[in-house]
């Protein structure tokens, strides 16, 4: 079964530092999309970024880049500047294999942001 | 704003009852998807309907259904509700199927007493 791992269930930084989030995942495709989401306390799930596996640049939105390396299928997420607000679970997912269209979460890592 | 709607925000019920979980895509979005967060398991996929019809099943319990009507909304079915079965259960829907990317509700947060 397909599967995607974060290593870091918790993870702090200062505000205005930066923290990075590691993921690595499993799949045997050749083209798919990687995804990063944020659930706030609000509890609603928010797309952060998301990354093509054919594009080898990598996504940035603001604040928020991403590392990837396709080979060794590591998916990580760098937080530049980090605000209160960051402070959320984070998510990386990959939609899984075999045509199916749904997403396969990690365990997710809660970021504290300390002021 | 997701545009994903979700009802009801909270349930509080008894074990063995059954609830409906309602959920309205975003306009133009054919695919609905439903996910059970609990604490030890994370994110689970429960199910996807694409148009009305199923599309994928993952680790659903059959006393769990769903379905989406003509005009796209969907509901999720608990019948014979267990203690365990007291979770965030999120609906979520896509435009684009290839790229995965979902759009979530703010979820229904079920409490099994």
């Known amino acids: 079964a397909q599967t995607v791992t974060q290593s870091q269930p918790e993870m702090s930084v200062q505000e205005a530092e930066t923290v990075t989030l590691s993921c690595t995942y499993d799949?045997?495709?050749?083209?798919?999309?990687l995804f990063w989401y944020k659930q706030p306390p609000s509890r609603q799930m928010i797309l952060v970024i998301r990354?093509?596996?054919?594009?080898?640049q990598n996504a940035t939105e603001n604040r928020f880049s991403v590392n990837f390396q396709k080979a060794a299928k590591s998916f990580s997420l760098k937080i530049s500047d980090s605000q209160l607000g960051d402070a959320a679970m984070y998510f990386c997912?990959?939609?899984?294999?075999?045509?199916?269209?749904?997403?396969?979460f990690g365990k997710g890592t809660k970021l504290t942001v300390n002021p | 704003d997701s545009g994903v709607t979700q009802t009801p925000k909270h349930l509080i019920t008894a074990t063995g009852q059954r609830v409906t979980l309602r959920c309205s895509p975003r306009?133009?979005?054919?695919?609905v998807y439903w996910y059970q967060q609990s604490l030890d398991q994370g994110l689970q996929f429960l199910i996807q309907?694409?148009?009305?019809?199923?599309?994928a099943k993952g680790n659903i319990l059959e006393r769990f259904s769903a379905q989406q009507f003509p005009d796209l909304h969907s509901e999720l079915n608990l019948s014979s509700l267990e203690l365990g079965d007291s979770a965030l259960y999120f609906c979520?829907?896509?435009?684009?199927?290839?790229?995965?990317?979902?759009?979530f509700g703010e979820g229904s947060r079920l409490t099994v007493l």
């Open positions: 979520a829907s896509s435009l684009d199927p290839y790229t995965g990317e979902l759009f």
């Open positions: 799949t045997s495709e050749s083209d798919y999309y």
């Open positions: 990354q093509e596996a054919y594009k080898q």
């Open positions: 997912a990959t939609p899984s294999q075999g045509g199916s269209e749904k997403l396969v």
């Open positions: 306009s133009g979005d054919l695919s």
């Open positions: 309907y694409y148009n009305g019809e199923e599309r």
